[in-house]
């Protein structure tokens, strides 16, 4: 076993429920860079709708699902349990403004789409559109919209929506000898401040191979 001596810094502790006491809380820019879900929908009654969402992430590789959270009820969600299904839609550089205008909150009528200047397209096997410009979008189905609770048990206005990715387009050139190219695609990442993004490049990359248990000497799990 490798062994590595513990840090001993000077440590800034709060307990969130009383206050971070910094002039800004440090949460968001901890948990960051984070992916961001672009999403769109169709309401009931045929409107677009196009938001993105940074608390978000895939959460299974098998089946894909993926999830992002909102604070209160916002349109993408009531559409998504609505009609059951929504798109994800990469934010790629080039689309980063577009991106931030269809954030713009505004009443459910509106079509964030037509906001931004995007193109909604035709998806191949729900009825949500996705957004023509992305390079890469996933079609999905809601499997579950999870209203979160606080520590005492106590409902928030917090919901999670979950969704099963039931389709995949990947713009071809994204694909080199058939592998996606994550830094060709050039997603924009959220970090912590109201202005903060990241994008990424081969610099960036590093490469680590996981251990096997007969690398450690461990018995390998049954
Ligand atoms: C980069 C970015 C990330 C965002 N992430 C979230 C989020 O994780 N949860 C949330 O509730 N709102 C988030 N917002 C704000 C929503 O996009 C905004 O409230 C939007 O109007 C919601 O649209 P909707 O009601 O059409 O779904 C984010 C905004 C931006 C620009």
């Known amino acids: 076993m490798s062994e590595t001596t513990p840090r001993q810094p000077s440590r800034y502790f709060y307990e969130p429920a009383a206050g971070h006491g910094l002039p800004h809380s440090p949460f968001k820019a901890i948990i960051a860079p984070r992916p961001i879900g672009w999403i769109s929908t169709r309401d009931a009654a045929g409107v677009l709708n196009l938001a993105p969402y940074s608390f978000f992430n895939a959460v299974s ?7 992002f959270s909102s604070s209160g009820l ?15 839609n990469l ?30 397209a035709d998806s191949q096997v729900v009825s949500a559109p996705h957004v ?14 999870l209203q ?3 520590a005492s048990g106590e409902l928030t206005d917090r919901r999670v929506v ?33 202005t ?11 490469h680590m191979r996981r251990p096997l248990p007969e690398d450690l000497g461990v018995p390998p799990r049954a």
């Not at 590789?61 to 999830?67: H, L, M």
């Not at 995949?168 to 990442?189: C, E, N, R, S, W």
Request: net charge negative; charged share 20%; with cysteine.
């Open 61 to 67: 590789d098998s089946p894909p699902i993926i999830g």
């Open 148 to 150: 979160l609770k606080d």
């Open 162 to 194: 979950f969704g099963e990715v039931v389709g995949v387009h990947i713009d071809q050139a994204l694909l080199k000898d058939g592998i996606y190219d994550t830094v060709a695609a050039q997603p924009m990442l959220r970090g912590g401040g109201p």
């Open 132 to 145: 023509a410009q992305a390079r890469t979008v996933f079609e999905c189905r809601t499997t579950e919209v």
């Open 74 to 88: 916002k349109d993408s969600v009531v559409n998504a349990e609505a009609t059951g299904e929504f798109c994800w």
């Open 91 to 120: 934010v790629s550089a080039d689309l980063a403004a577009a991106m931030n205008l269809s954030a713009v909150e505004t009443t459910p009528e509106i079509d964030e789409f037509a906001v931004a200047g995007l193109t909604p």
């Open 196 to 206: 903060t993004y990241f994008t990424i490049g081969e610099a960036q990359r590093s």
